[in-house]
């Protein structure tokens, strides 16, 4: 194996980053803050639209060649630097001189890349050579003259921005001669690829920009100086060494981890550790050199990240270069928002020294996700997935209403209106948090889920672009806009467990809705039990045990949800329609008691629809007298409670009349002012209101749009007419299917009809539920409209 080519692709790639590392040991601290962003603005963009190209260019099976690449290079170059400027200059305030050369080397940098992966693949090693000696020269030439402030300095940086264009020109231009080859299957076969890339692009202008806006310029610069220098090793193998050790790998048939690159490693995790050890114990040695602690520490953790990225990284160029059909889109995609949601999480709840372990967390992110996408494919090759116990407890965990405090643990709280006052220690995360993402892990079925993943994206994405383009580069309100993307963002990958689910749970008869079943006849009578023993009518959220939060708010409506999708479900088995005749009277009863309109109506419709459908097909009158029983216990269970409260509790009827009107000012308020002009409809408002004031919109789509803008809605209405196409599509079965058709209303009932009410997507606990439910729905609809078109 030659080493020539990781060498010059670590002069190509890496210039940028020498040159930060250098500026942030020689302390030129906010000078590092500013070139840090443009690089994770470019990072962000040409990055993005890298598309795994070097090895998409070393794998014989990909079909797609070299010139191919650089056309489509060619045909994205200037709308991207163009963007690449904006993200740079308007958002955060960086030298407009400074940004536009360091575009135009990233610029160069990503052109070549095509040229030197072409010149790997026919094993030109001149060429090679010739690179990476003129490159390094160049480098220190640019840096030199920075830091001598002089008056020729930005001349040097533009002889080295430069550079690069006119050693590859011929190369670059042949590429304008194949912009015929840009077929759509050529560009379809990419597509994964580019995904895969832009998630991590994106992710890192959020990483660094989230950092910036909660630390400032003098402490995020040191902390980007840290993570360049202990990630130097994961980057170099991600985008020198990795490709050409897969090629190599490719090419002999036999595993290949030289010596030369495990004994950096050793070291640089030896290194890593006594570096974090010396600066823990404020070692006297260290602050000689100019840095604080905090900075040492980082970088000791971010050098031990360093060794665990290459070994995450060696996993994905193996699962991209060994096999034609395989991408690392969806653990892409999973790990790189998981990241950045962690940054004000770690932040507020751990303080400024935890943000020092960074870089460390995301390099087990990635080796987590990319390993069990690894072992599920290897588990599916030898069909070994059926997990049976394991989806049943995903299931559970969904529904199951127990949340978690980080300040208390298990959430028991006997007030009627618990709130977190915004601490982030008491605020009660549901386990269903846990479920969904151990869930992902558990299956990694990512294939399935491509619809998900690719909503999720563009969501992500639409929300980051009109947050940066509305804030102006006023930090405040970019620190709160992204906290509250990240709000929106989270309950969403309950669509990917959800596909992922049904796709390996098919051969399960009814685990989904016999998990439910059984969470609900344990929950409901222990509730109402609970409820009673308390003195109340209502339903109270105090269980002895544990409590519910916003147990009349949003829960309500999610367990009747799942009661229908079991009751559908399992009403045709005669062990379960005995159960269901006992259990029903009682799941109206907790309905009734929960006083939730919502939830009152979806149970009354959804048992007399499914009554209908029953005596329409089978003749079975067994549900309409269930109807009726159900019906008149609601009622009398309504009645009761309203003298009840009018001997007891009156000062409640004013509460609710008084809220009922306080929501219908908030949704009128919020639907007022997203049409105020076409630009904030657009793009939405650069703050929120008062939460004192306006605390919600009370309809999901009102507060996209307020908050982010109708740019960034538009993934959702695109998954909600997907949903109703392939309803309209795959219609005789659904109509034919008693489950199915029961899920497909509910689906829509709780998308359309609960969210023009409530803001329940963006709820941890029924937002996972309804993602969770509206992907096992699209899978089957999917899926099942590939086995009739086959």
């Not at 490159?135 to 008056?151: I, N, P, R, T």
């Not at 890593?272 to 006297?284: E, R, S």
Request: charged share 10%.
């Amino acid at each position: 194996m030659s080493y020539i080519f990781p060498l010059a692709n670590m002069a190509n790639a890496f210039a940028m980053t020498v040159l930060l590392i250098a500026l942030g040991l020689t302390g030129h601290s906010t000078l590092v803050a500013e070139v840090g962003i443009v690089q994770g603005a470019t990072l962000a963009l040409f990055y993005a639209f890298s598309a795994n190209a070097r090895s998409l260019i070393l794998n014989k099976s990909a079909a797609v060649s070299a010139n191919s690449v650089m056309a489509f290079r060619l045909l994205t170059l200037t709308p991207l630097a163009v963007i690449s400027y904006w993200l740079s200059v308007s958002a955060t305030a960086v030298s407009p001189i400074l940004a536009i050369l360091l575009i135009t080397r990233r610029v160069a940098e990503w052109l070549s890349e095509v040229h030197l992966s072409e010149m790997e693949r026919l094993d030109n090693r001149l060429f090679a050579t010739q690179y990476f000696v003129a490159q390094s020269l160049l480098l220190v030439l640019a840096f030199g003259l920075l830091v001598m402030d002089s008056q020729i300095s930005y001349l040097g940086l533009s002889v080295w921005a430069l550079f690069p264009l006119l050693f590859s020109f011929k190369f670059i231009y042949s590429g304008f001669a194949n912009f015929p080859s840009l077929t759509k299957n050529m560009l379809f076969k990419m597509l994964p690829h580019l995904g895969s890339t832009a998630i991590i692009g994106i992710g890192v202008y959020v990483f660094r920009l989230l950092i910036l806006l909660l630390i400032g310029k003098e402490i995020a610069g040191d902390l980007y100086t840290a993570f360049a220098i202990g990630g130097l090793t994961g980057s170099v193998f991600a985008n020198s060494l990795g490709a050409s050790i897969a090629l190599h790998e490719q090419r002999s048939g036999k595993r290949h981890f030289p010596k030369m690159v495990r004994l950096p490693l050793n070291l640089s995790l030896l290194a890593g550790a006594l570096i974090f050890v010396a600066a823990t114990i404020q070692l006297d040695t260290l602050a000689w050199l100019g840095k604080t602690y905090f900075f040492w520490q980082a970088t000791g953790l971010s050098l031990i990240g360093g060794v665990v990225m290459v070994y995450a990284q060696r996993v994905r160029f193996r699962l991209i270069q060994h096999d034609e059909y395989h991408d690392v889109f969806g653990p892409d995609v999973m790990m790189n928002i998981l990241l950045i949601t962690s940054i004000p999480f770690i932040y507020y709840l751990l303080g400024l020294q935890a943000l020092a372990g960074l870089y460390l967390l995301s390099s087990l992110l990635a080796l987590v996700f990319y390993k069990s996408y690894q072992l599920a494919e290897i588990r599916s090759s030898k069909g070994q997935f059926n997990l049976k116990i394991g989806y049943s407890i995903i299931a559970v965990m969904i529904l199951f209403p127990l949340y978690l405090q980080l300040s208390n643990g298990i959430f028991r709280s006997a007030s009627l209106n618990f709130n977190s006052g915004a601490d982030l220690h008491f605020l009660p995360i549901p386990v269903s948090v846990i479920a969904c993402y151990v869930g992902i892990l558990m299956i990694a079925a990512y294939r399935y889920a491509t619809t998900s993943l690719y909503y999720i994206f563009f969501t992500c994405l639409l929300m980051v672009t009109t947050t940066v383009a509305i804030s102006q580069g006023v930090n405040a309100e970019q620190q709160s806009k992204f906290i509250l993307l990240i709000q929106f963002i989270l309950p969403m990958f309950g669509l990917v467990l959800g596909q992922m689910y049904y796709a390996k749970n098919q051969s399960i008869v009814y685990s989904l809705e016999k998990s439910f079943l059984y969470v609900l006849l344990f929950i409901v009578p222990l509730q109402l039990t609970s409820t009673w023993l308390q003195g109340y009518t209502s339903l109270s959220p105090y269980l002895y045990v544990f409590s519910i939060y916003q147990h009349v708010q949003y829960v309500p409506v999610i367990f009747v949800s799942a009661f229908l999708v079991a009751f559908c479900g399992l009403w045709s088995i005669s062990k379960f329609k005995n159960i269901f005749l006992a259990f029903t009277p009682l799941m109206g009863i907790y309905t009734a008691a929960s006083m939730s309109l919502l939830a009152i109506v979806m149970l009354i419709a959804g048992l007399l629809g499914f009554a209908l459908y029953q005596w329409r097909r089978f003749f079975d009158k067994t549900v309409i007298a269930l109807v009726l029983l159900v019906t008149i216990l609601m009622g009398g269970y309504l009645e009761y409670k309203s003298d009840f409260m009018e001997s007891k509790l009156t000062f409640f009827n004013v509460i609710n009349q008084d809220e009922i009107a306080f929501n219908m000012i908030g949704r009128q308020y919020f639907a007022k002012n997203i049409v105020t002009d076409p630009e904030t409809f657009l793009l939405g408002h650069a703050e929120r209101p008062s939460r004192a004031q306006f605390p919600s919109a009370h309809n999901y789509y009102l507060d996209i749009i307020y908050s982010f803008g109708f740019l960034a809605l538009l993934p959702t209405l695109v998954m909600l007419i997907y949903t109703l196409m392939l309803l309209y599509r795959f219609r005789n079965g659904v109509l034919a299917s008693t489950d199915l058709l029961c899920l497909s209303a509910i689906v829509l009932f709780l998308v359309v009809v609960d969210n023009s009410f409530k803001v329940g997507l963006r709820q941890p606990y029924s937002g996972i539920f309804t993602f969770f439910i509206w992907g096992i729905l699209i899978s089957k609809l999917h899926l099942n409209f590939l086995k009739v078109s086959k």
